[in-house]
């Protein structure tokens, strides 16, 4: 089979317009980047906000692999099979980020038969939302400086400024920094560093955002450090940066349409990681789907524990949004992972090592329950599984009174995932979601965390120093007490140990740090050992990317 970029290459796109004429909206409504992408116009966005709502369909995962299990590429076949029943159905995706790009993973438009196009556009530069991101949280860090550089009236602690700056790359030099050295002129010297763009908040206030003027009280409402003395918090707003910011963001608030191989519409937009940021795309692009379809696809980040629990603890608590149905992934790879294989014998038949592994998705399938949404199960397929390996995960979750679906989509196209879609459409159609949230607002921070980590993680409590604990009061008396909790830990287990592989339990979550996002209105909740800025592997993907003869990309997956 030809690779992923030689796939995307050869595909018959459609013209965007004509892509966008299939959800209804009118050419003149689209901002065009070139003729296969193109932007929706902000007051049409707002226009659709009456109309009735399509129902919202979740993918999410077990604890994967460094590869990742395909939840993209299960959310593309799902929706092109969904479209080949005849059902009204768009996919609402993260864009990638160049991190993973040229690091480890590659990129994030799906694989196979089962891509969004134009790949390379939207796994390299895109629209450019993601460079105006990272230019409006490098702007506030540049104003921060110049206040404290002229005036500093408010006597800013340059001990306890809390934001940082970033950089969409992979980059574990630049961690912890010292900047304003050489000089008075260069500014004053204190200790600095840099997060990876999608780990910003003002991604997270991006993607949580309803429409400009909540973008821009977001925004004025960041906090980035703290004053001398009576260490009251500082905001963005008295560094007067909400609004160029804002202005930096106009354009990119906008929704990206492009379409998937099979000339389905997908809307790709915002893109924070899962297991250092809220994991989902933005709200604009999914309600703006909603609105357009009668069923939405969407994914969130990494397992279930942290894309799918922030999904609904932050994304749909903060927007109203009401799932109908949760596809959770799984591979036999993954599961003989969990099962002690090791990483390098994962092709080889090995039915008992999937059935020690079945404990990992036994436990994302009982947490995902808890929100009250039915669920299917969706076995990616790899050309190295045994029917005798399906057998004993199907006969598995079935014993838990769900169904899994073998899926062939990244061979087949949506053609492989028509049993998954008639399934999901069932579920979407029943009526039996009755969604919850893990927590309530009112509940104190540290009990919000415990509740996740209990039952979530399988924990038996969280801990922290006197430190920390003195910071989740502080917040709350600050004001922040009703915010829900982002999780910051490894996707690889249940708990804070990524070699902690099956379904840990009676295990301790320790928190190392707190980090408050008043502007996305939740609080980061770090444990373990997980950074903000990612390094790269021994042998990154970027060693292998190049321009041929041809002037096209090769390399890039």
């Known amino acids: 089979m030809k690779s992923d970029i030689e796939i995307a290459r050869a595909a018959q796109m459609l013209p965007i317009v004509r892509v966008a004429g299939r959800l209804g909206i009118p050419e003149k409504e689209l901002a065009l980047y070139g003729n296969t992408k193109a932007k929706l116009n902000l007051d049409y966005v707002q226009s659709l906000r009456e109309r009735a709502s399509g129902k919202l369909v979740l993918v999410t995962a077990m604890s994967p692999t460094p590869a990742g299990e395909g939840k993209t590429t299960v959310a593309i076949g799902l929706a092109d099979a969904m479209n080949r029943l005849g059902k009204n159905a768009t996919v609402c995706l993260r864009e990638p980020s160049l991190g993973p ?12 038969m089962a891509q969004v196009v134009p790949m390379e556009d939207i796994n390299l530069h895109f629209t450019g939302d993601m460079h105006a991101i990272g230019a409006a949280h490098n702007l506030l860090a540049a104003l921060i400086g110049n206040y404290i550089h002229w005036s500093n009236d408010i006597r800013l602690d340059l001990r306890r400024v809390t934001w940082r700056r970033v950089l969409d790359m992979n980059d574990r030099q630049l961690r912890q920094i010292t900047t304003g050295l050489g000089g008075s002129a260069n500014g004053f010297p204190r200790e600095d560093g840099f997060d990876i763009t999608v780990a910003s908040e003002v991604m997270a206030i991006f993607c949580l955002s309803r429409d400009l003027e909540d973008l821009q009280r977001r925004l004025g409402n960041i906090v980035i450090g703290y004053t001398r003395g009576d260490l009251a918090p500082v905001t963005a707003a008295q560094m007067e940066a909400p609004g160029a910011m804002t202005a930096l963001l106009r354009d990119a608030l906008a929704p990206n349409l492009v379409q998937t191989l099979e000339n389905n519409p997908a809307f790709i937009h915002g893109g924070p990681f899962a297991n250092i940021a809220h994991g989902c795309n933005s709200v604009i692009a999914t309600e703006t789907a909603l609105k357009l379809s009668d069923y939405v696809v969407t994914e969130a980040g990494f ?27 799984a591979t036999v790879r993954a599961l003989k992972m969990h099962g002690g294989v090791a990483r390098d014998a994962l092709e080889h038949e090995d039915v008992a090592a999937v059935q020690r592994g079945l404990e990992n998705l036994g436990r994302h399938i009982r947490n995902t329950s808890q929100f009250g949404v039915p669920l299917t199960v969706a076995i990616n397929h790899f050309t190295s599984d045994t029917q005798a390996e399906l057998d004993a995960i199907s006969h598995y979750v079935a014993q838990r009174g769900v169904t899994a679906h073998v899926c062939t ?34 509940m104190s921070l540290w009990d919000k965390a415990r509740t996740i980590a209990r039952s979530i993680y399988g924990a038996d409590d969280i801990n922290a120093d006197k430190k920390i604990r003195d910071q989740f009061r502080q917040f709350e008396r600050e004001g922040y007490g009703h915010f829900p909790i982002c999780m910051a830990k490894t996707q690889y287990s249940f708990s804070t140990d990524p070699a902690l592989m099956g379904a840990p339990s009676n295990h301790n979550v ?16 770090v444990c373990g050992d997980i950074m903000r800025m990612p390094g790269l592997p021994r042998v990154p993907a970027a060693n292998h990317i190049s321009v041929n003869a041809q002037g096209e990309i090769d390399g890039l997956f």
């Open 510 to 525: 320790k928190i190392r740090e707190l980090s408050l996002s008043a502007g996305a209105e939740f609080l980061v909740v």
């Open 303 to 329: 397992g279930a524990d942290l894309g799918a629990e922030k999904f609904f603890d932050i994304k749909c608590r903060k927007s109203g949004l009401h799932p109908s149905a949760v596809v959770i992934v």
């Open 101 to 112: 790009c040229f690091g480890m993973k590659g990129g994030a438009a799906g694989g196979g």
């Open 409 to 442: 989509h990244w061979s087949d196209g949506g053609a492989g995932a028509q049993g998954l879609a008639g399934s999901v459409v069932e579920l979407a159609d029943s009526g039996t979601a009755r969604f919850r949230t893990l927590y309530e607002d009112d």
